[in-house]
């Protein structure tokens, strides 16, 4: 098992940036697919950013240009730098880890979960 905690969410206006962090304890070396979703309440949840075992990045298309992924060379936290944030942003934000093949941007291919972090977006 993988043990995730989120930080670094919090309300900015539209335009504005966030980082987000990860920080990943325990059996990392066998759950090195992570990635990042985000929920709103009564809705699935979305992948946002992956970054598989080599590093290969993949975004989901309504965050292409503006979020980038990213984590330390020893794979105990992972990033996720937002910019340009918008309204639709707004979210809880998850981090996610597996080991397990499969699309890396959806959900039922992750084992291992945080708790989320709230990210908000105001017009």
């Known amino acids: 098992q993988v043990h995730l905690v989120e930080s670094g969410g919090g309300s900015v206006q539209t335009g504005g940036s966030l980082r987000l962090s990860c920080a990943a304890s325990?059996?990392?070396?066998?759950?090195?697919?992570m990635a990042w979703f985000r929920q709103n309440p009564g809705k699935d949840r979305e992948g946002v950013a992956a970054v598989d075992s080599l590093g290969s990045r993949t975004y989901a298309d309504s965050v292409k240009g503006r979020f980038v992924i990213s984590r330390d060379s020893a794979k105990t936290t992972l990033f996720l730098q937002m910019n340009n944030l918008k309204p639709d942003d707004t979210a809880m934000y998850y981090c996610a880890a597996t080991g397990r093949p499969g699309w890396l941007l959806q959900a039922r291919t992750y084992d291992n979960w945080g708790q989320g972090t709230q990210v908000t977006v105001s017009s």
């Open positions: 325990g059996d990392i070396a066998s759950r090195d697919h």
